[in-house]
């Protein structure tokens, strides 16, 4: 078994990948937010326009989380779960 072996079966036993990108996730996630909720706090917009920024900084990241919770939830096909 080469390095190489070792590697590609270490990432697909161990599915490291597929939990590197839960966590890779779960961090863009809770750094959106509270990014989100300091600029809310400080920023002398109107509500409209606050809300508007949210808006434009969490529709990506929510098109990662879904993306991210398909890949997470199609690696367990095949378990038995």
């Given amino acids: 078994m080469t390095i190489i072996d070792s590697i590609a079966y270490a990432l697909d036993k161990l599915r490291i990948t597929r939990r590197f ?3 890779f996730t779960l961090w863009i996630t809770y750094y959106s ?3 989100c909720v300091d600029m809310a706090a400080k920023s002398t917009l109107d509500p409209m326009g606050v809300a508007a920024i949210i808006a434009a900084i ?3 990241v929510t098109g990662l989380q879904a993306g991210a919770l398909k890949f997470h939830h199609d690696g367990h096909k095949g378990e038995g779960s």
């Fill in 21 to 23: 990108g839960f966590y």
């Fill in 33 to 35: 937010v509270t990014s």
């Fill in 58 to 60: 969490m529709l990506p």
